[in-house]
Nanobody, 124 residues
Framework: QVHLVESGGGLVQAGGSLRLSCAAS????????MGWFRQASGKEREFVAT?????????YADDSVRGRFTISRDNAKNTVYLQMDSLKPEDTSVYYC????????????????WGQGTQVTVSS
């Protein structure tokens, strides 16, 4: 049974940093591209970042996160990370990690496995 478990969320002031982790089990992690998505209250879930199986290919949503967020992975630890710096109140969301076998994708519909999410709240 596949499990993706996010951690590292919390309450932080604007300008602060958080590092999210997503630990995977029940799958061959190195076979899966991984992604981070977020969903703010009352809004649709949206793409944040994705990383290929080897970590050699990375995409970010757009300029709203590029340059502030960094996705990475450690295949030896079956874990994907999202380092979030210079956080803004508009980054407040539930953050989800997801996995899909094969290559990267920015579409949430193409991910087979999802974590339960971790809340990130950025105060102004």
């Amino acid at each position: 049974q596949v499990h993706l478990v996010e951690s590292g969320g919390g309450l932080v002031q604007a300008g602060g940093s958080l590092r999210l982790s997503c630990a995977a089990s029940g799958l061959t992690f190195s076979f899966y591209a991984m992604g981070w998505f977020r969903q703010a209250s009352g809004k649709e879930r949206e793409f944040v970042a994705t990383i290929s199986r080897s970590g050699g290919t990375i995409y970010y949503a757009d300029d709203s996160v590029r340059g502030r967020f960094t996705i990475s992975r450690d295949n030896a630890k079956n874990t994907v990370y999202l380092q979030m710096d210079s956080l803004k109140p508009e980054d407040t969301s539930v953050y989800y990690c997801a996995g899909r076998i094969g290559g990267t994708s920015t579409s949430l519909r193409e991910y087979e496995y999802w974590g339960q999410g971790t809340q990130v709240t950025v105060s102004s």
